[in-house]
């Protein structure tokens, strides 16, 4: 099953105790494609959904989807494949000028 690997940047919107420090946290979830391993982390994290997607379900403009360190180029449909035992990063982007 994959891992993936929720960047700080995106974990502060998880339910974290009161006075700890917000960290990458990960979690392993069972889903062959980019959609269907988000969905099981979003079962896991509801909270995240809203930062994450958009109403369409489609990734955020400010949000990057890795797997296996390669970018997911298709952040509307997110039917990349993921394999077994992959590692999918997700990063808050950064922009501006």
Not at 16 to 29: N, Y
Not at 55 to 84: I, Q, S, T, W, Y
Request: proline residues 7%.
């Amino acid at each position: 099953m994959p891992t993936v690997v929720i960047a700080p940047s995106l974990a502060r919107w998880l339910t974290a105790s009161p006075g700890s420090s917000v960290a990458e946290r990960s979690c392993v979830v069972a889903g062959a494609t980019v959609r269907e391993v988000l969905d099981a982390v979003f079962a896991e994290y509801p909270t995240l959904r809203g930062y994450v997607t958009d109403e369409r379900g489609a990734l955020r403009h400010h949000v990057v989807a890795f797997v296996n360190g390669v970018a997911v180029g298709d952040k509307g449909r997110l039917a990349e494949p993921v394999p077994p035992g992959a590692e999918v990063h997700l990063f808050q982007a950064l922009s501006g000028g």
